[in-house]
C-alpha cells in the first residue's frame, strides 16, 4: 500500500516546480508587493522606535495592517478568480487605510517626528496609486460563485 503511494510521488514532473517558482518570482517582483514590502520595512521602523507602553499598544496592530497588505496581495495575485480577488483586495484597503490612520494617532500623540510619519503616509499612498491600477486589471467574467453572494452580482 506505502509502496504505491511512494511510486505516486515520482509522477510529478519537475516542471510543476519550475512553474510553481517562476510565479512566486513574479508575485514578488510585482510593483504593488514591492510597495506593501517597503511598507511593511517603514512600519517596523516605526513600531521599533515606540516606547514600550505604545508598542504594547499599537505595534501588533500596525505590523499586522502592514502584513495583510503584502499577503493577501500574494492571495490574490495567485489566482485568477475574480470574487477572491476582490474579498483581498478589500481586507488590503481596510489594513491600509487603517495604517494610514495610525500615523495620525502617532502624531497626536507626538511619539514621532512629522517627517518620519510622513513617508510612511506616502508609501500608503504610492502603494494606493499602484492598487487602483491593478484592481482595474481584475476579469469580472473570472468568478466563481462561493455561495456567500459578494461580488457575483
Known sequence: MWDDFEDDESDFEE?????????QERIYKHPLMKKAKEIVGLTKALVGSLDEARRELYGGIMMEDATIMS??????????????????????????????????????EETHAEEHLQLLREAIEEFRKLFLNWVKGFDPNEKYDDGWGIFTD
Open 71 to 108: 499577503s493577501k496581495f500574494a492571495g490574490a495575485e495567485a489566482i485568477p478568480d475574480y470574487v477572491s480577488k476582490m474579498e483581498n483586495a478589500v481586507l488590503m484597503k481596510v489594513h491600509a487605510k487603517s495604517l494610514n490612520s495610525m500615523t495620525y494617532q502617532l502624531a497626536m
Open 15 to 23: 516542471d510543476d516546480e519550475f512553474d510553481y517558482r517562476k510565479e
